[in-house]
Every structure is written in C-alpha cells, then in structure tokens.
C-alpha cells in the first residue's frame, strides 16, 4: 500500500524522470559521468519505491482501528486514538480489496474490503462515503 502512495506521489515520479533525463544526456554525449549521474539517481529511484516501503513496514505491527459515522472518522489503536471530520479527506475509490480515502496532497487512507463483517456493514460504509464525499473513477 505504501508503494502505491509513493507511486502516484510528484517526489518519485520526478526522481524517476530526472533519472531518465540525465541516462538521455549520457547517450546523446556518450560521457560516462552522465551515466554514474543517472545510474546514482535511478539507484535511489528504485530504493524509495522498493525498499523504503519494506522498511515501513517494521513499525510496532500495531493494530489499528478505523470507525466511521456520520461526524467523521476515528482511528485508534494501543497508544490512543484521534477523530477526524470528513473535510479530511476529498475524494474516495475502491479497487478490488480495497477502499482508497484521499486527503490533501498525499494523504491516503486505506480500508481493506475484508475489514468488514458483512456485506450489509461494507453497503453502510460505501452510503457514508457517498454523502460524504465526491466518488473518483474505479481503480483496476
């Protein structure tokens, strides 16, 4: 999940494409300082995308909880908990297995679809997020 943030992030995709720009430089003058250059930054590319989400992921392993009601949202877990108005977030999408809540610039709140207990909860959920907030196109 943390990947698919950074994805459709401006900070990686403009890392990406510098890094691009600069092996372009390095074929048109044929100078192997363009490559170290483009290689040094294709290298922290790949480590943002692929590696930096892996080490995220060793946090506490702390169970969160997400609660959602007409005033807004709740989260919680061990170490306390937080409410949130609905102004938090703009827009929502659902994919697959789950439920993409987007927020200003980069914020993301995910809501896997096996978090709810039937079918009659994810309906409830999905009513809440229509009412709530503007719907974006499906996700694949």
Known sequence: MARYGLLRS???I???A??????AIGAGTGKSV?????????????ALVFVAPRVGLRGTGDEQTLSFSEEG????????????DWNHWRR?????ELYLLRG???VFTFVPRRAFASEDAESEFRALLARHLAATRRLA
Do not use: D, K, M, Y
Not at 34 to 46: H, I, K, P, Q
Not at 75 to 84: E, H, K, L, P
Not at 92 to 96: D, E, G, H, L, T
């Open 10 to 12: 401006r900070g990686p």
């Open 14 to 16: 403009l890392l990406l």
């Open 18 to 23: 510098a890094g691009i720009a600069i092996l």
């Open 34 to 46: 363009w490559f170290a250059v483009a290689g040094a930054e294709l290298v922290g590319w790949a």
């Open 73 to 84: 949202v709740t989260a919680a877990n061990a170490r306390g908990s937080q409410r949130f």
């Open 92 to 96: 929502w999408s659902v994919a697959r």
């Open 104 to 106: 200003a610039g980069s």
